[in-house]
């Protein structure tokens, strides 16, 4: 499994989910094109994603709100539930998350090691990132996590 989580990243509808038939102001700057599965739309600016969609899923379905937090910073609450399945369980009113913790949930990729263990010497898991960050609030998820066996 590749996990690609883009903190940050470009938005949805200049990727994945140009809208061809929403209204001008709705949809993106590029241009919709086919995928190789009937129905699917991706940007032009993902022209080989588009012609191999038969062979991974996208998940369009996926929205958060945290329950009266509504600014950008709450949206680390949505990447650490994301990255680990669950919510973490200190958030200030500022919406900012508690700073990580040995307490906190593993990423899915410890996950994913524990339960599809390699039978190749190597690593059963990388995650290649700087700290999940919001101005100067350190992320959870991006980190360790605890340990059970």
Known sequence: MI?????????????WDPKPDAP?????????????????WLSETMPLLAQQADKYTLIRSM????????????AMYAMYQMLTGYTPDKVSPSGQLEPPS??????????????LPSKDPMLPFVMMTRPLQESNVIGKAGTAGFLVQ
């Open 63 to 74: 929205s958060y709100t945290p329950a009266g937090l509504f600014n950008h910073t709450a």
């Open 24 to 40: 001008a102001n709705v949809r993106g700057e590029f241009k919709p094109i086919k995928s190789n599965v009937p129905g699917i």
């Open 3 to 15: 996990l690609i989580f883009l903190q940050g990243g470009p938005s949805h509808i200049d990727i």
């Open 102 to 115: 040995p307490a906190d949930y593993p990423n899915i990729g410890s996950h994913i090691a524990k339960l």
